[in-house]
Nanobody
Framework: QVRLVESGGGSVQAGGSLRLSCAAD????????MGWYRQAPGRQRELVAL???????HYGDSVKGRFTISRDNTKNTVYLQMNNLKRDDTAVYYC???????????????WGQGTQVTVSS
């Protein structure tokens, strides 16, 4: 069984920084794209950043230039460095990954449990 375990959320003042981590755990054959999404109260879940297995990245317009996504394939972990945080970044952040399990040898979509990020002015 595969799961994604997130860490690193919390509260910070506007202009501050946080780093989120998400580790994939279980019987994993390979991991394709990994990414971060967020959902604020009353709003739809939106893409924050995405990174392919080859290291190509894509960012949502609202975070370009402030957030950086990276991954360590040796640790099956994806990171999100968030700088110059704004109040509008307040949301629950979810890790997502397309993982090929060792038993299934078929890609499945997995989500983390979510971690709260709160930015105050």
């Amino acid at each position: 069984q595969v799961r994604l375990v997130e860490s690193g959320g919390g509260s910070v003042q506007a202009g501050g920084s946080l780093r989120l981590s998400c580790a994939a755990d279980g019987s994993i054959f390979s991991i394709n794209a990994m990414g971060w999404y967020r959902q604020a109260p009353g709003r739809q879940r939106e893409l924050v950043a995405l990174i392919t297995s080859g290291g190509n990245t894509h960012y949502g317009d609202s975070v370009k230039g402030r957030f950086t996504i990276s991954r360590d394939n040796t640790k099956n972990t994806v990171y999100l460095q968030m700088n110059n945080l704004k109040r509008d970044d307040t949301a629950v952040y979810y890790c997502n990954a397309e993982i090929v399990g060792s038993m299934t040898r078929w890609p499945d979509d997995y989500w983390g449990q979510g971690t709260q990020v709160t930015v105050s002015s």
